[in-house]
């Protein structure tokens, strides 16, 4: 299968890359089946996520499928942005391949590792409200691919 215009568009020119200086929350997952690294810098007001940039050291499907979801949650609430789902944002791509399937679930969960650190920051346990985050995909259930 060959990757949809929307993910080489995404590939290419990726939104939101770079950093976040005084950023609220901080969250880096990494994928140990392929060793890449994806680090996700959000910014809060109000309970609305102002900001987010990311940097991926990573394949090409993770660069579009970060890019997609830092759109995607770019000016939602935090709960808007806990319950995107990898896929989602492989909707919102037109698709991936069944084995680029696993590249996706590295979005979401460096999304939700972001947003855990902005509750440790405020001094508020995040996993009741976050849950656990996978830090290291392993390729279980979470991953098709
Ligand atoms: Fe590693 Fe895609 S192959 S994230």
Redesign the pocket.
């Known amino acids: 299968m060959a990757y949809s215009e929307k993910v080489m568009d995404h590939f290419s020119n990726p939104r939101n890359v770079g950093e976040i200086e005084n950023a609220d929350g901080i969250g880096e997952v990494g ?1 140990s ?4 690294i ?1 680090k996700m810098y959000i910014k809060v007001d109000d309970n609305i996520i102002t900001d987010c940039k990311f940097k ?1 050291f ?5 660069i579009a ?1 970060s890019s997609m979801a830092t759109e995607l949650i770019k000016g939602k609430t935090i709960d808007e942005a806990l319950k995107l789902t990898n896929k989602a944002v492989m909707e919102a791509l037109d698709g991936l391949p069944p ?2 399937v ?2 996706s679930v ?1 979005a979401e969960q460096a999304i939700k590792a972001a947003l855990a650190d902005y509750y440790k920051k405020l001094g508020i346990d995040p996993e009741p409200i976050v849950g656990k985050i996978q830090e290291e995909c392993e390729g279980g259930a979470c991953c098709n691919g």
Do not use: E, Q, W, Y
């Open positions: 994928n089946r392929c060793g890449d994806m991926t990573g394949c090409g499907a993770a499928t084995v680029k696993h590249c590295l």
